[in-house]
């Protein structure tokens, strides 16, 4: 069953704009993580976020986490046209069971 | 290059023919994982190991077998393949520790049962 659960499916934005998108989960985690997938490719990790912290950044990647809310949010600023891709939440609420959600599809036009 | 190999990247076999997708890490990670990728379903975990002898059922674990009898491979088999097990496979490893950490994935490999 799926852990997590992205909003919006799809997000069409132009380069140089932000894109957000969400995940909400149902049950306590350990952490939280967002990937990437270029079409028919593998998952590329970006981010890892753990229970105890409420924001992190990564080059343009801000990821934040609301555990009381059971929710995250992945914003990417001055998108590009490479950013073009799907992004997956995974939760882990036990070592090594990862859980994805069905992912947000992300197209940036130039 | 730290990578998880799976291999072959494309299968088309008949139904009941036995069929084994190799995956193998180069990163010493405990955990490795199987999922399989369906249109509209998103990432579905198989089984995963925490280590070497110790694998568990992931959420559709149905028609599949693993083993872990080295810490670097981790094969997938199908027994017998039937068509609803057409997909795209994942092969994934993580190092273990407090708090986790993200995991490498392979490839994947594209499996077309008829």
């Known amino acids: 069953s799926q852990q997590g659960e992205e909003d919006p499916q799809a997000l069409s934005i132009q380069e140089g704009e932000n894109a957000t998108m969400n995940c909400s989960y149902k049950?306590?985690?350990?952490?939280l993580q967002w990937y990437r997938q270029n079409s028919g490719r593998g998952l590329v990790h970006l981010i890892l976020i753990r229970s105890n912290e409420r924001e992190k950044h990564s080059g343009r990647l801000r990821v934040t986490l609301d555990t009381s809310k059971k929710s995250s949010s992945l914003l990417i600023t001055a998108s590009r046209a490479a950013d073009t891709a799907s992004y997956f939440c995974?939760?882990?609420?036990?070592?090594?069971?990862?859980?994805f959600g069905a992912g947000t599809q992300v197209v940036v036009t130039p | 290059e730290a990578q998880v190999t799976q291999n072959p990247r494309y299968l088309i076999t008949v139904t009941g023919k036995k069929l084994t997708v190799t995956c193998s890490q180069n990163?010493?990670?405990?955990?490795m994982s199987w999922y399989r990728q369906d249109p509209g379903l998103g990432l579905r975990q198989i089984y995963y190991?925490?280590?070497?002898?110790?694998?568990d059922k992931g959420d559709v674990p149905e028609g599949y077998k693993v083993s872990r009898k080295e810490k670097r491979n981790f094969p997938l088999i199908l027994e017998s393949p039937s068509p609803n097990q057409t997909s795209l496979y994942f092969c994934a490893s993580s190092s273990a520790g407090a708090g986790g950490s993200g995991y490498t994935f392979g490839s994947g490999t594209r499996l077309t049962v008829v």
């Open positions: 190991s925490m280590n070497v002898e110790v694998t």
């Open positions: 990163m010493n990670h405990e955990y």
């Open positions: 049950t306590s985690i350990n952490n």
């Open positions: 995974a939760t882990d609420d036990s070592w090594g069971k990862l859980q």
